[in-house]
């Protein structure tokens, strides 16, 4: 009996006892290009037969925010017919490379450069594409007047969208582009269904009143 009380007495003298944590080690901080066990990381965009000749003209545009802001290297692979993007020891952030990689990709879905380099400056930038078929099939004329609804008379329904919703839009053949923030992008794209379905401009320009005015009470 007497050995028990013993016994319990040493197991709680050893509890009280604090243990001693090893120090905390400290590192220093890990360079951009050590992130990737110092591996150079490559990026390439292929260049479709339409954007070859604004690719030529705007290639300065491009190039000067690439090279000097984001410090990534870019080139034009004539031959593959590809922008190949890679990072250099003085990248700053390894995310950069898929920055520009976007702000490419999207100038090659029609986008003007000073509209795709706000992915550059901001986060919460995305690109969506969809097809009229996605929404609704239709061909022929059918096919020819839902988008000619998308733009309007002189692009005027295409504007209007635009800027309610503070998006980018490309309507290239059946194939939409749209280039905003993720909230925006729902906005604009639920009124470009409702003019393929159909819905006069009308209609969709008062619905478009309403829910940005919502948009603007909630921020």
Not at 23 to 28: L, V
Not at 93 to 113: E, P, R, T, W, Y
Not at 142 to 150: E, K, Q, V
Request: some cysteine.
């Amino acid at each position: 009996m007497q050995s028990n009380e013993t016994s319990q007495m040493e197991v709680e003298a050893v509890s009280s006892e604090p243990k001693l944590l090893p120090a905390k080690p400290e590192f220093a901080p890990l360079k951009p290009h050590e992130m990737s066990d110092g591996q150079v990381q490559f990026r390439k965009v292929s260049v479709p037969p339409h954007r070859y000749t604004p690719l030529k003209k705007a290639w300065m545009d491009i190039y000067n925010p690439v090279y000097e802001q984001m410090r990534i290297d870019i080139r034009m692979n004539l031959k593959a017919r590809k922008v190949e993007l890679k990072t250099r020891r003085d990248t700053p952030d390894i995310s950069n490379l898929q920055k520009c990689a976007d702000f490419v990709h999207a100038f090659m879905l029609g986008f003007d450069v000073i509209d795709a380099i706000a992915l550059l400056r901001l986060d919460e930038l995305y690109v969506e594409s969809f097809e009229i078929k996605d929404v609704k099939t239709l061909r022929g004329d059918h096919l020819s007047r839902a988008i000619g609804r998308l733009s309007g008379k002189g692009g005027k329904t295409k504007f209007a969208i635009e800027n309610a919703t503070k998006t980018r839009i490309v309507i290239a053949d059946s194939k939409i582009h749209i280039l905003g923030s993720f909230a925006n992008i729902k906005i604009a794209r639920d009124s470009l269904c409702s003019l393929i379905l159909g819905s006069p401009a009308g209609k969709v320009y008062s619905k478009l009143r309403a829910v940005t005015a919502r948009l603007a009470e909630r921020f």
